[in-house]
Nanobody, 115 residues
Framework: QVQLVESGGGLVQAGGSLRLSCAAS????????MAWYRQAPGKQRELVARITSIGSTIYADSVKGRFTISRDNTKNTVYLQMNSLKPEDTAVYYCYAWDGRRDYWGQGTQVTVSS
């Protein structure tokens, strides 16, 4: 089992920045990729960014150039640096991990961007 705990969400004005953190614990040795997803009210959950164990990354087109995903394997933590935030980035952001057999999700953290 893997437990994921997110932190760092909040309210920010458009153009501002936030950094989300996701701390992993439990059976973390098998974790391959980790990612951030988000879900806005009335919309489906969507992939924001993903990073593999060797540091390969992918981003949703809507966040490219503004968001950066990174991981610190010594702290078992993945980060999402979000810059130039827009109101349309408002959503609950979820941390995700995959160990090759099953998915794990965090409880989510709210990000609200005011215009």
């Amino acid at each position: 089992q893997v437990q994921l705990v997110e932190s760092g969400g909040g309210l920010v004005q458009a153009g501002g920045s936030l950094r989300l953190s996701c701390a992993a614990s439990g059976s973390i040795a098998g974790i391959n990729s980790m990612a951030w997803y988000r879900q806005a009210p009335g919309k489906q959950r969507e992939l924001v960014a993903r990073i593999t164990s060797i540091g390969s990354t992918i981003y949703a087109d809507s966040v490219k150039g503004r968001f950066t995903i990174s991981r610190d394997n010594t702290k078992n933590t993945v980060y999402l640096q979000m810059n130039s935030l827009k109101p349309e980035d408002t959503a609950v952001y979820y941390c995700y991990a995959w160990d090759g057999r099953r998915d794990y999700w965090g409880q989510g953290t709210q990000v609200t961007v005011s215009s």
